[in-house]
T-cell receptor, first 112, second 114 residues
Framework: QKEVEQNSGPLSVPEGAIASLNCTYS??????FFWYRQYSGKSPELIMF????GDKEDGRFTAQLNKASQYVSLLIRDSQPSDSATYLC????????????FGKGTTLSVSS | GAGVSQSPSNKVTEKGKDVELRCDPI?????LYWYRQSLGQGLEFLIY????????KSGLPSDRFSAERTGGSVSTLTIQRTQQEDSAVYLC????????????FGPGTRLTVL
């Protein structure tokens, strides 16, 4: 069973702080890794993808991938109340084409 | 259209009835995916179509679920003899089909089985 695990939260941070979201996956052959944001009652939207070990930065967001330890994380700097949402980690397992296996998501709450 | 569209947006049905959910992907996207999301849960992969290849049906929870994609575009997900545990939001997504490509999600169909 290919699994993606996330802490459900809620993760609460004050405005301006760094939010750190973590995800582990079971399939060592996984190829691509995605972070989606989902506001309540809405569809997921892509925040970042990463497929090489190391860090990838995009604005206030940094994705970190460590394939040896099978984890991927998302850092949100200068968190804003508008960042309050559920963050879904998704993985493309080996041999699965491009279908995604999602974690259950971490709920982030940023207080002003 | 500009994005992925799904219909209906809401569907209420009685246990035992069949339902059909429709997805219209972004024009030119070769890959189409169906997921479902139960209350408070993550997305569960159901099935995906890539071009003219045979669909990957490995996520379908039972043989009551089936899907087809006509002409490489519109897809229909059919649930036969619906059960209460089928109640969920059914999300369709499409992409260009490459591993690193973003999957664009439709607004979903909320299915309620009474």
């Amino acid at each position: 069973q290919k699994e993606v695990e996330q802490n459900s939260g809620p993760l609460s941070v004050p405005e301006g702080a760094i939010a750190s979201l973590n995800c582990t996956y079971s399939d060592r052959g996984s190829q691509s890794f995605f972070w989606y944001r989902q506001y309540s009652g809405k569809s997921p939207e892509l925040i970042m993808f990463i497929y090489s070990n190391g860090d990838k930065e995009d604005g206030r967001f940094t994705a970190q991938l460590n394939k040896a330890s099978q984890y991927v994380s998302l850092l949100i700097r200068d968190s804003q109340p508008s960042d309050s949402a559920t963050y879904l980690c998704a993985v493309t397992p080996a041999g699965a084409g491009t279908a995604l296996i999602f974690g259950k998501g971490t709920t982030l709450s940023v207080s002003s | 259209g500009a994005g992925v569209s799904q219909s209906p947006s809401n569907k209420v049905t009685e246990k035992g009835k069949d339902v059909e959910l429709r997805c219209d992907p972004i024009s030119g996207h070769t890959a189409l995916y169906w997921y479902r999301q139960s209350l408070g849960q993550g997305l569960e992969f159901l099935i995906y179509f890539q071009g003219n290849s045979a669909p990957d049906k490995s996520g379908l929870p039972s043989d009551r679920f089936s899907a087809e994609r006509t002409g490489g575009s519109v897809s229909t997900l059919t649930i036969q003899r619906t059960q209460q545990e089928d109640s969920a939001v059914y999300l369709c997504a499409s992409s260009r089909g490459l591993a690193e490509d973003e999957q664009f999600f439709g607004p979903g169909t909320r299915l309620t089985v009474l």
